[in-house]
T-cell receptor, first 113, second 114 residues
Framework: GENVEQHPSTLSVQEGDSAVIKCTYSDSASNYFPWYKQELGKRPQLIID?????GEKKDQRIAVTLNKTAKHFSLHITETQPEDSAVYFCAASYAGSARQLTFGSGTQLTVLP | DSGVTQTPKHLITATGQRVTLRCSPR?????VYWYQQSLDQGLQFLIQ???????AKGNILERFSAQQFPDLHSELNLSSLELGDSALYFC?????????????FGPGTRLTVT
């Protein structure tokens, strides 16, 4: 089955700096890569996703890049703010019923004021 | 608010007991997923139902079972509970059985086994 590894497990940045979280996956058939944000005590929420037919996707201060050849994808957050502090999870899957999302182990991002 | 509801919010029970967690999906969503999140762990997929039928199974223990009812709410049954079953249990709903459709998570049920 799919295996997703996520690094780093913790990341501290100064407010205004950029943060990068990286994930690698094992199944070359995977073609859907979402990122979820989980604030302390809250539910995970989808913040951005990318499909294998594109290499990069941006949404305001958040971007995700995908390298299918190397089987890795990354989350980039620019101009970080204290409210960006949370645990971020990457995941991978491929289209089709009876498939499932496989999540990475999470990155605790702390934005220092 | 995602529109997904879960009850109860907290549950404290003893080893060997049985509990039932309930999930109501967003209006219009036919798919329900169950996940386990242990302390400092990621999200482990347990099982998925779509329109009343089991669609995918993850690392779900034999002591655990689930079902989805005609009104589309779902229940996760955990029996012969062990200390290691203490975790946050999330359900998520989606409009389709395909996992590449966005999943909306509920607030979770925190289970503590003593």
């Amino acid at each position: 089955g799919e295996n997703v590894e996520q690094h780093p497990s913790t990341l501290s940045v100064q407010e205004g700096d950029s943060a990068v979280i990286k994930c690698t996956y094992s199944d070359s058939a995977s073609n859907y890569f979402p990122w979820y944000k989980q604030e302390l005590g809250k539910r995970p929420q989808l913040i951005i996703d990318i499909r294998s037919n594109v290499g990069e996707k941006k949404d305001q201060r958040i971007a995700v890049t995908l390298n299918k050849t190397a089987k890795h994808f990354s989350l980039h957050i620019t101009e970080t703010q204290p409210e960006d502090s949370a645990v971020y999870f990457c995941a991978a899957s491929y289209a089709g019923s009876a498939r499932q999302l496989t999540f990475g182990s999470g990155t605790q991002l702390t934005v220092l004021p | 608010d995602s529109g997904v509801t879960q009850t109860p919010k907290h549950l404290i029970t003893a080893t060997g007991q049985r509990v039932t967690l309930r999930c109501s999906p967003r209006s219009g969503d036919l798919s329900v997923y169950w996940y386990q999140q242990s302390l400092d762990q990621g999200l482990q997929f347990l099982i998925q139902y779509y329109n009343g039928e089991e669609r995918a199974k993850g690392n779900i223990l034999e002591r655990f079972s689930a079902q989805q009812f005609p009104d589309l709410h779902s229940e996760l049954n955990l029996s012969s509970l062990e200390l290691g079953d203490s975790a946050l249990y999330f359900c998520a709903s989606s409009v389709d059985a395909d996992p590449t459709y966005e999943q909306y998570f509920g607030p979770g049920t925190r289970l503590t086994v003593t």
